[in-house]
T-cell receptor, first 113, second 107 residues
Framework: DADVTQTPRNRITKTGKRIMLECSQT?????MYWYRQDPGLGLRLIYY???????NKGEISDGYSVSRQAQAKFSLSLESAIPNQTALYFC????????????FGSGTRLTVV | GIQVEQSPPDLILQEGANSTLRCNFS?????LQWFHQNPWGQLINLFY???GTKQNGRLSATTVATERYSLLYISSSQTTDSGVYFC?????????FGTGTRLQVFP
């Protein structure tokens, strides 16, 4: 099994719908992150969490919310999806020190029509 | 916020050629990493390199933190090196990514 698993891998949804992207990890790390990738813009941080009771906004949190259900699970929700949220979404996890074991999931390709 | 710029944005090579990718950052950083995103989208950590030089096979990286840049060297390129290379800098426990260099290696 992959160290970081994202579901679904691909999703097409309609404008205005609520959608949840899920992430689980088996690395035993406390730190988890959600990024989105747009062509030509690299990866931008949406939300991050350093433990189960800790949630922090990243660069582009508007229109998104997260839930840290357990050490191993971190989900991202779009309450009312809009077309400009069409992107590739990545979950990642890392150890307590910078650069330690930074591992990405395989990504979720989301299309909002 | 901090700016992370990578050059060139696109690079096309023939198999066997060498290349240098550059990452400039606009402010002091705690640390820096290089990642490779393969054509299937998977992101792989290549180097964690706050300063100095590291080598891993045909790849090596050098960071000069005082001059705010890092270089990634790819020698004897192979088609499997194709993809996008990102540098990312650490700022207060957050990783800030550059816009990437897209590399295509042809046989």
């Amino acid at each position: 099994d992959a160290d970081v698993t994202q579901t679904p891998r691909n999703r097409i949804t309609k404008t205005g719908k609520r959608i949840m992207l899920e992430c689980s990890q088996t690395k035993g790390h406390d730190r988890m992150y959600w990024y989105r990738q747009d062509p030509g813009l690299g990866l931008r941080l949406i939300y991050y969490s350093f433990d189960v009771k800790d949630i922090n906004k990243g660069e582009i949190s508007d229109g998104y919310s997260v839930s840290r259900q357990a050490q191993a699970k971190f989900s991202l929700s779009l309450e009312s999806a809009i077309p400009n949220q069409t992107a590739l979404y990545f979950c990642a996890t890392s150890g307590p020190e910078q650069g330690y074991g930074y591992t990405f999931g395989s990504g979720t390709r989301l299309t909002v029509v | 916020g901090i700016q992370v710029e990578q050059s060139p944005p696109d690079l096309i090579l023939q198999e066997g050629a060498n290349s240098t990718l550059r990452c400039n950052f606009s402010d002091s950083v705690n640390n820096l990493q290089w990642f490779h995103q393969n054509p299937w989208g998977q992101l792989i950590n290549l180097f964690y390199i706050p300063s100095g030089t590291k080598q891993n096979g045909r790849l090596s990286a050098t960071t000069v933190a005082t001059e705010r840049y890092s270089l990634l060297y790819i020698s004897s390129s192979q088609t499997t090196d194709s993809g996008v290379y990102f540098c990312a800098v650490w700022r207060t426990d957050k990783l800030i990514f550059g816009t990437g260099t897209r590399l295509q290696v042809f046989p």
